[in-house]
């Protein structure tokens, strides 16, 4: 089994530090092939560059979802794979549960993710104007994971994803109308919301995803991305590179 991991990332200060702190822990896994996707200025549509896939465009929120569909265009015909998982980066993994958790569902037919929500409240940010689309079920995009069957049917179909909103919920609604049957509700990966200053005994490593948003400036979801990481993974003083406790 091979899991591809697509994070969300984009040129700032914070961001370059969170950055780091994600390099530090997810290239060690021989099954596990991680990218951060990004999108800039350039040349050609895809552009890679060590661990970073480069997407021809301009940065902005509503973007997220081109760069998105893009990235998984160049890796269905690039890279062996047979779940994605959508992330950002601020979001810590416990990758060998999430490992675990991936090998304990079907590689076919599936659209699920940590945090399960019902759109019910207007965001003009994320071009939700109206109550059109209330009521739409979505993984939020720190969590997605989906079968390959699935992305390859999205990218296929891509002129038929809601550019015009955010990302998670474009998804969820593109999935919801044409694949309803890979919508997996029940048997979710675990998830937590960290939403305040974290310590290290309070670390639950069952967990899969750490999604870190609880300050303005991010300092602070700096500081509980790297007690997470730290709490799950340890360094091997001889290699300096980091393994699970």
């Given at each position: 089994?091979?899991?591809?991991?697509?994070?969300?990332?984009?040129?700032?200060?914070?961001?370059?530090?969170?950055?780091?702190?994600?390099?530090?822990?997810?290239?060690?896994?021989?099954?596990?092939?991680?990218?951060?996707?990004?999108?800039?200025?350039?040349?050609?549509?895809?552009?890679?560059?060590?661990?970073?896939?480069?997407?021809?465009?301009?940065?902005?929120?509503?973007?997220?979802?081109?760069?998105?569909?893009?990235?998984?265009?160049?890796?269905?015909?690039?890279?062996?794979?047979?779940?994605m998982i959508r992330t950002n980066i601020s979001t810590i993994i416990n990758i060998p549960a999430l490992i675990k958790y991936c090998s304990?569902?079907?590689?076919?037919?599936?659209?699920?993710?940590?945090?399960?929500?019902?759109?019910?409240?207007?965001?003009?940010?994320?071009?939700?104007?109206?109550?059109?689309?209330?009521?739409t079920k979505f993984f939020q995009g720190t969590s997605i994971i989906m079968s390959k069957n699935v992305v390859s049917y999205?990218?296929?179909?891509?002129?038929?994803?809601?550019?015009?909103?955010?990302?998670?919920?474009?998804?969820?609604?593109?999935?919801?109308?044409?694949?309803?049957?890979?919508?997996?509700?029940?048997?979710?990966?675990?998830?937590?919301?960290?939403?305040?200053?974290?310590?290290?005994?309070?670390?639950?490593?069952?967990?899969?995803?750490?999604?870190?948003?609880?300050?303005?400036?991010?300092?602070?979801?700096?500081?509980?991305?790297?007690?997470?990481?730290?709490?799950?993974?340890?360094?091997?003083?001889?290699?300096?590179?980091?393994?699970?406790?």
């Open positions: 089994m091979k899991l591809l991991i697509l994070s969300i990332y984009s040129n700032d200060k914070k961001y370059d530090e969170m950055l780091k702190i994600q390099q530090s822990y997810v290239h060690q896994y021989s099954n596990v092939i991680y990218y951060f996707i990004c999108l800039r200025k350039q040349t050609n549509m895809i552009e890679v560059e060590k661990d970073i896939i480069y997407v021809k465009g301009e940065e902005a929120f509503l973007n997220i979802t081109y760069k998105t569909i893009e990235a998984l265009n160049y890796a269905l015909q690039h890279i062996e794979f047979d779940y304990s569902i079907t590689k076919k037919n599936i659209y699920t993710g940590g945090n399960l929500l019902t759109l019910q409240w207007i965001d003009t940010k994320s071009g939700i104007k109206n109550k059109k689309l209330f009521g999205l990218v296929k179909h891509k002129s038929k994803i809601r550019y015009d909103i955010v990302d998670d919920v474009a998804f969820g609604l593109f999935i919801d109308t044409y694949l309803p049957g890979a919508f997996v509700i029940g048997n979710a990966p675990s998830f937590e919301n960290v939403q305040k200053n974290i310590k290290a005994a309070y670390v639950n490593k069952q967990f899969v995803f750490f999604r870190n948003r609880a300050y303005e400036n991010r300092g602070g979801d700096i500081k509980n991305m790297k007690i997470i990481r730290n709490a799950l993974y340890k360094t091997n003083r001889r290699t300096k590179k980091l393994r699970l406790v």
